[in-house]
Structures are given as C-alpha cells and as structure tokens.
C-alpha cells in the first residue's frame, strides 16, 4: 500500500492550497482517508476526514470553514482544499486510510490509531 501526498508548498497568509493524495495497492473505496499535521515540537493532530461513502466529512475546529476534504474514487485520490491559510496552518501534512466495512461507510476516523496506512507527508509553510 503506498499513500504519496503532493501539492505542499509555500504560501503567504491569506493564500490557498490543494493537497493531493493518490492511493494504490488498497480497494480505495473500501476506505475511509484523513488529514493529519505535525508541526515543529508538536504531536500530531487530526485535521479532516472524510468516510467511506464520501457523504460524511469530519473537521478540526481549528480548520472548519477554511478547508475542504473530498475524494475521487475513480483517480484513487483524497485532496484537501486549504483557503484563508495562515500562519499557524504550517506543518508537513499527512494523507492516511482507514479500512472501513458496509457499517461504517458513514463513519469518519479521527484518531491516528485508527487509521491501517499513513503517506509520507507534504510541508505545508504559510509565511505572515
């Protein structure tokens, strides 16, 4: 199973982002995916989710309004749209699938022990 996230960068504040995740070796629609964030000296933390059949989506407060979780099951990709960014937002981004069976199609993970798969990360830097 391989995760590989792109679309990280440098940004002023206020700007955009849309990061990509593009899953293989996994039945991607047989997963719920996530948004996770590590910054510098700190644990990393959930940021959005969306499950399984793609009808529920998850978000940290931190993040509610500004960015937007979505996934194509055809091109086997979860993107996460980032608008008003700022300068708190800066971490290196983490894409991650979770197996989710007919019970929970509708269920979104938040916890990192939750999730089966984790990609290896994009830096997300947001100058003021």
């Known amino acids: 199973v391989q995760l590989q996230a792109s679309g990280g960068g440098l940004v002023q504040a206020g700007g955009s982002l849309t990061l990509s995740c593009a899953a293989s070796?996994?039945?991607?629609?047989?997963?719920?995916m996530g948004w996770f964030r590590q910054a510098p000296g700190k644990e990393r933390e959930f940021v959005a989710a969306i499950s399984r059949s793609g009808t529920t989506l998850t978000y940290a407060d931190s993040v509610k309004g500004r960015f937007t979780v979505s996934r194509d099951n055809a091109k086997n990709t979860v993107y996460l749209q980032m608008n008003n960014l700022r300068p708190e937002d800066t971490a290196v981004y983490y894409c991650a699938a979770y197996q989710a069976y007919s019970g929970t199609m509708h269920y979104t993970a938040q916890a990192p022990l939750e999730y089966d798969y984790w990609g290896q990360g994009t830096q997300v830097t947001v100058s003021s």
């Open positions: 070796g996994l039945t991607f629609s047989r997963y719920g």
